[in-house]
């Protein structure tokens, strides 16, 4: 069975930093597109970063590029997102989210999230 | 990037009836486009697929239609438990992205 579980979430200040992890389990996860994707309370979906496939190449929303960092630990099988100079726009619950087949970035499985706060 | 346009923002239907929620996208995505439900509380979850493909284990009355710029998710006749909001995604370029969703309302 397939699940993801993320963790790391937290209250922070502006300008603070948060590492997020989703520990996957059930599947190898390199094999698959992985991607994080955020919702602001009370509002809509908002992909934030991600892998296609076995691709080494991250992708970033321009709204974190250069401020987040996403990597993928094989041996432990998880996806991290470091998340740096953090404003208060970026509070949001971070979902973890994995593709239903290879390189195709549609996702068939969520993890329940990961809250994130930025404020003073 | 891409910009996805979902309208209207809210419909609001009774149970049995048929619920049409259109995705604008800003340039042509071909049929990467997909759809998804957001009920409260919990994670999306993937209805429709390259434009008009089910995933696994939804019901037939959810189906999806478009190429291009213009798509359509139809319910055929809204359940009790279809009362929710609809996002569309595209993967047709990086950054993928969503539609700011369609909540489907009881009237």
């Known amino acids: 069975e397939v699940q993801l579980l993320e963790s790391g979430g937290g209250l922070v200040q502006p300008g603070g930093s948060l590492r997020l992890s989703c520990a996957a389990s059930g599947f190898t996860l390199t094999s698959y597109s992985m991607s994080w994707v955020r919702q602001a309370p009370g509002k809509g979906l908002e992909w934030v970063s991600g892998?296609?496939?076995?691709?080494?190449?991250?992708y970033y929303a321009d709204s974190v590029k250069g401020r987040f960092t996403i990597s993928r630990d094989n041996s432990k099988n998880t996806l991290d997102l470091q998340m740096n100079s953090l404003r208060a726009e970026d509070t949001a619950l971070y979902y973890c989210?994995?593709?239903?087949?290879?390189?195709?970035?549609?996702?068939?499985?969520w993890g329940q999230g990961t809250l994130v706060t930025v404020s003073s | 990037e891409i910009v996805l346009t979902q309208s209207p923002a809210t419909l609001s239907l009774s149970p049995g009836e048929r619920a049409t929620l259109s995705c604008r996208a800003s340039?042509?995505?071909?049929?990467?486009l997909a759809w998804y439900q957001q009920k409260p509380g919990q994670a999306p979850r993937l209805l429709i697929y390259?434009?008009?493909n089910r995933a696994t284990g939804i019901p037939a009355r959810f189906s999806g239609s478009g190429s291009g710029t213009d798509f359509t998710l139809t319910i055929s006749s809204l359940e009790p438990e279809d009362f929710a909001v609809y996002y569309c995604q595209q993967r047709r370029k990086w950054p993928l992205t969503f539609g700011g969703g369609t909540k489907v309302e009881i009237k």
């Open positions: 989210a994995k593709s239903f087949s290879g390189s195709y970035n549609w996702f068939d499985s």
């Open positions: 340039q042509s995505v071909s049929t990467y």
């Open positions: 892998f296609s496939g076995s691709g080494e190449t991250p």
């Open positions: 390259d434009a008009s």
